[in-house]
């Protein structure tokens, strides 16, 4: 029987939906229905509904999440009301600002102010196309499929400045510029921090990357990537302490001020898809994916699913650390921020290469773990 | 020269208002006009609207600090999923929490007119429902009423935390009866 | 981006009340500021004209609506002055016990929402969720949690209810308690060092000529505490420190506050024990009929106590939480006080905010403006 | 600092435009002058009785005429006085103490503003409290509140 995967269950579905259509109609068209050409279109779309619906609801599961850490964290209980311990709550939040009134500011420039949330939604949940989720549970083998998702990760400041530039508030352009001037900086020791994890596992792609860290996971030899792929990700996702373009306190809501109903929806939803899939990288480069270390007994990775249940386990965790950081930890300013950045991150990713390739070329330091050998 | 009320000032600002009403009136006669197709998905959208008041997160007074002590660990109004905005455009819901000037009556308005609709307005204690202690002052406006639509009045002054949440249940049962 | 003027206020996350802060800005750097007041002007010294004695304490706790029972003290003690009127001992304790857990409440607050502007935001529930118990406190003795009308001419209104002593006690070790708490989470945060050092500088010369006074004035090492310079109530039978610091700077003010919290509960546990040992009355006798019952019908005797009443001008000042304020009460004979002028603490510290605030970063107001400690109701009163 | 040694301290200066020094409550004293001495007395309070602390700047309406009061601290002796001229309800106006006190720049503005008293020389003399281009002077003896059924008529058709 071959793998229970994503793309297998929807091309089941989709041919046996069609060969039945197919038998039930006269020829020309049966025969065109019965077309693997067609199936495997059909299939791909109904892959891609099928990572959509999945994606929003993770997304929106994972902002459940945090306000119920966030509540707990503060002595409270956050929302409990809506659903069962609040679990509709930010349904009602979507179907509400579904219907609000969509309007535009009168000096907005439409064009920019309506295109910005629509870019920044779509390129988040491209991404949700490239990542592997379990074994087999992806879109397929593309050999970089790491770089590509960086890639589209760092579009979003273009994105948001072009939407705070054409919100026309002053707010909104200073949390644009705020947030271009952090992702630019940041981008680069998440990158060489990236560097790292290649050198060790050997491969661009991140599901070679979760089979090379099988026995080791990565976060112990490298855990110097891993601080400053967390910092780098904290500031690419705009969490505190890095949100400064949202920094309530003096930018109001920063970039997305001026938006509201839907758009302000898209933003938020985004935003969240951005520290999903910022958690979900965290779990495939250092924390080992969809595996488990060998010494767990086998009946906790045989269940049906179970790759999928591990590696959500582990987003959800790894996402409540970032909540965590954000309940405790202040905000920092924007030059230290920046500082931070060229300063502190770049010497330790740049270090964090030279370890790596220590790594790789002495098989075991003290105190950080050992590695496999590259393509083992 | 300065022997006379200070009614002149206070009738440009009615007459700002006045202005105003009417306008608000209309867009929100013809949102109802536009929106009475709507049978099916109305009791999911008023579900949904009841459930997730986003509160602006402005403070004019007293209130203000009961406003901010509701959404303490002790009363902690985020179960009701009501969570305070700053900026107008993601707000549905204004709680006008404290004594309104007319030095920043226009301010108020021009908040309001931001706000996407549907909206709702809940004056919360006495200041912003009557003029309060100050009613008879010369720089007060003597309840926002008479600047923006009210749907629910909390009485108190400062009206306690568990009073606000009230209002904002009181609020959602308007919602919930909504004929349009 | 070239120069610019922004509007933070009325309605911005930053003001914490209705003012506007107008500043130009380059880019990140603040070159100038224009704070605008004045949105919350309810006209309570024209009021106070048209109201009796005891009514103005009414207008008092909404004056400053975080730290109401300063201001009735600070009124009521302008007041007397103005009248001739000696309260009772245990009435004057009662109110250092007021005036100091107000300030316990106040700096609690501040605290809430100082740190909420440098985006902490736990906190903000924290100091929300310890302020209860001593709004809790208030409640039980004068019904209300923040506008008490507590205190009257002559006196104040009652007694404490049985048992509030031991429930005072525990707050006070409770608080004791959270206070290493705060300072945990801020000064053990390098972040809240990093950034609230050498950051909103006012040195003490610059203080003194601005007029700022209190937490700010202390925190640039000038050791002045109107309780110990010039002290009233019975303050002088009080043991207790004046907090100072020497930064004159963001932190500096935090450690002004958070010591001065842990002095209002030596001072608060030193109050507690006398008023359990000594009970008495909280009101003083021979009053005038209209100011013990300012409702009551006045008859032929109170007229001609009303008129020929002596006349008299009040003065008075105490240190309300944000700094010092004072009162100046004018008593003209009858039962509305004439002219009644108050000088607001965070008035003087706000018109000298471009002292403090230019040269900084945009992302500094807040935390700049959040250890002023603004309190609008009294600014604009 | 006792009323009479505040008059020997300043009377050298000011001459006869120092009235008189009285007692007052919980001060050294109330010091009335004449209002043509009021810089020099400013200047004399500050840099030789080291009241380097302006605390307030009040102005009340007597209808007949209009009194300005300053209260000012002293540091090293720990104690408050009062500084009090009388200007005429007519031509209400008075040296600015903002250029020898920085503090009193919003004092002043409160004080034009609300009991029209005009302060000569004053740098920045905006509305304050009330919105810009207010007409009245709310706290004169003249200006009357409303009644709340006055106030009912007069908004109802809002």
Request: net charge negative; with cysteine; glycine share 8%.
């Amino acid at each position: 029987m071959a793998p229970l995967t994503l793309y297998t269950v929807s091309n089941d579905l989709v041919s046996s939906l069609l060969t039945a259509l197919g038998n039930a109609i006269p020829n020309p068209v049966g025969a065109w229905l019965k077309s693997p050409d067609l199936i495997t279109g059909l299939s791909v779309l109904v892959f891609a509904a099928i990572l959509l619906a999945a994606s929003m609801l993770n997304t929106i599961l994972l902002i459940w999440w945090e306000r119920k850490l966030l509540g707990r964290f503060m002595d409270r209980r956050g929302a409990m009301h809506v659903g069962y311990a609040g679990l509709l709550q930010n349904f009602a939040d979507g179907l509400k600002l579904f219907r609000k009134n969509t309007f535009q500011p009168r000096e907005a420039d439409s064009l920019g102010f309506y295109t910005g949330p629509a870019a920044y939604m779509v390129t988040s949940l491209i991404l949700f196309g490239i990542l592997p989720i379990s074994s087999g549970w992806n879109s397929g083998a593309l050999p970089l499929t790491l770089l590509l998702a960086l890639a589209i990760f760092s579009f979003a400041p273009l994105f948001i400045f072009i939407s705070a530039w054409s919100s026309n508030n002053k707010y909104s352009l200073m949390g644009g510029m705020r947030s271009a001037a952090q992702m630019i900086a940041y981008e680069v020791p998440i990158l060489l921090a990236v560097v790292a994890v290649v050198i060790v596992a050997g491969s661009f792609d991140l599901t070679t990357i979760v089979y090379e860290q099988q026995n080791y996971w990565f976060w112990g030899p490298l855990v110097v990537a891993l601080i400053v792929f967390v910092a780098g990700m904290l500031a690419e996702m705009e969490r505190i302490p890095f949100d400064l373009p949202e920094a309530e306190a003096e930018l109001v809501e920063g970039w997305n001020t001026e938006y509201g109903g839907m758009l302000f929806a898209f933003f938020m939803l985004a935003d969240y898809l951005r520290a999903l899939v910022g958690s979900i990288l965290v779990v495939l480069l250092f924390l080992g994916g969809w595996t488990l270390p060998t010494w767990v007994p086998a009946a906790a990775t045989s269940f049906p699913l179970a790759g999928i249940f591990w590696f959500m386990l582990k987003t959800y965790l790894v996402f409540g650390l970032f909540v965590w950081v954000r309940a405790a930890l202040p905000r920092v300013r924007t030059d230290q921020l920046l500082r931070i950045g060229w300063n502190r991150m770049i010497p330790l990713s740049l270090l964090s290469i030279f370890l790596a390739a220590l790594l790789v070329t002495v098989k075991c330091l003290p105190f950080l773990g050992c590695v496999p050998s590259p393509g083992s | 020269m300065a022997s006379e009320p200070a009614v002149p000032f206070v009738e440009i600002e009615a007459l700002r208002a006045q202005q105003f009403v009417p306008a608000a009136k209309e867009a929100l006669s013809a949102m109802i006009a536009e929106r009475g197709q709507e049978k099916v998905v109305r009791p999911v959208f008023n579900w949904a609207g009841r459930n997730s008041l986003f509160p602006l997160h402005w403070g004019l007074a007293c209130c203000a600090i009961e406003f901010a002590a509701a959404f303490g660990a002790r009363w902690d109004a985020e179960r009701f999923g009501v969570v305070p905005r700053s900026s107008p455009r993601q707000c549905d819901l204004m709680i006008v929490n404290g004594t309104v000037t007319w030095k920043v009556a226009h301010k108020l308005i021009t908040l309001y007119e931001q706000m996407p609709e549907p909206k709702w307005v809940i004056a919360m204690g006495n200041c912003a429902t009557g003029g309060g202690p100050f009613r008879t002052a010369y720089s007060v406006v003597p309840g926002v009423d008479k600047l923006v639509p009210v749907d629910v009045y909390i009485a108190g002054c400062p009206p306690r935390p568990e009073a606000m949440l009230d209002g904002i249940l009181r609020l959602e049962d308007l919602i919930r009866e909504r004929k349009e | 981006m070239s120069e610019m003027w922004i509007n933070m206020g009325p309605q911005h996350p930053m003001t914490h009340g209705l003012w506007n802060l107008r500043v130009k800005i380059d880019g990140e750097m603040i070159l100038d500021v224009d704070p605008e007041m004045g949105y919350l002007h309810r006209g309570i010294e024209k009021i106070s004209e048209d109201r009796h004695y005891n009514e103005v304490v009414t207008l008092m706790d909404r004056c400053c609506y975080v730290a109401g029972f300063a201001w009735e003290h600070l009124y009521i003690l302008a007041s007397e002055g103005a009248l001739h009127i000696q309260p009772p001992e245990r009435a004057e304790y009662l109110r250092v016990l007021c005036d100091e857990f107000q300030r316990i409440g106040s700096h609690i607050m501040w605290y809430a929402a100082f740190v909420q502007d440098l985006g902490l935001m736990s906190p903000f529930l924290y100091g929300m969720r310890d302020r209860d118990l001593v709004l809790d406190l208030f409640q039980s003795y004068t019904g209300a949690r923040m506008t008490y009308e507590y205190m009257r001419v002559g006196g104040v209104r009652s007694d404490l209810p049985p048992g509030f002593t031991d429930r005072a006690r525990q707050v006070l070790d409770w608080l004791t308690q959270r206070y290493e708490e705060y300072d945990q989470l801020c000064l053990g945060s390098t972040i809240f060092r990093k950034r609230c050092d050498d950051l909103g500088t006012l040195k003490a010369a610059d203080c003194v000529a601005h007029g700022v006074t209190g937490p700010m004035l202390r925190a640039a090492g000038m050791k002045r505490d109107l309780r110990r310079d010039r002290p009233y109530a019975v303050y002088p039978q009080l043991d207790f420190d004046v907090a100072v610091a020497d930064g004159a700077d963001v932190t500096a003010r935090y450690l002004v506050r958070m010591e001065e919290l842990r002095q209002s509960v030596r001072i608060l546990r030193q109050v507690v024990d006398w008023l359990d040992r000594h009970p008495g009355p909280v009101m003083a006798e021979q009053l005038p009929r209209w100011l013990g019952a300012p409702y009551a019908p006045v008859g032929a005797e109170g007229y001609l106590l009303k008129r020929n009443f002596p006349k008299g001008v009040g003065f008075s000042s105490v240190e309300e939480p944000h700094g010092e304020a004072q009162a100046y009460v004018v008593n003209e004979g009858g039962e509305h006080p004439y002219r009644v002028k108050f000088r607001s603490p965070v008035f003087a510290n706000i018109s000298a905010a471009r002292q403090y605030l230019v040269g900084y970063h945009v992302a500094d107001i807040p935390p700049i403006m959040g250890s002023v400690d603004v309190c609008v109701g009294e600014v604009d009163r | 600092m006792q009323p009479a040694d505040l008059e020997a301290a300043l009377r050298p200066k000011l001459g006869d435009r120092l009235l008189t020094v009285e007692p007052f409550a919980r001060t050294a004293g109330r010091v009335r002058f004449r209002r043509d001495g009021a810089l020099d007395l400013f200047r004399t309070m500050r840099d030789d009785l080291a009241y380097r602390h302006l605390s307030m700047v009040g102005a009340i309406d007597w209808v007949d005429h209009r009194e300005v009061f300053y209260v000012l601290w002293s540091d090293e002796r720990t104690e408050y006085v009062l500084l009090s001229a009388d200007v005429p309800a007519d031509d209400a106006r008075i040296e600015t103490a903002s250029g020898v006190w920085p503090s009193a720049n919003w004092h002043e503005r409160e004080a034009w503003e609300m009991v029209d008293v005009l302060f000569d020389h004053h740098p920045d003399l905006r509305h304050l409290l009330t919105p810009d281009g207010y007409a009245f002077h709310p706290l004169l003896r003249s200006f009357k509140l409303h009644e709340p059924e006055e106030l009912e008529v007069k908004t109802r058709h809002v």
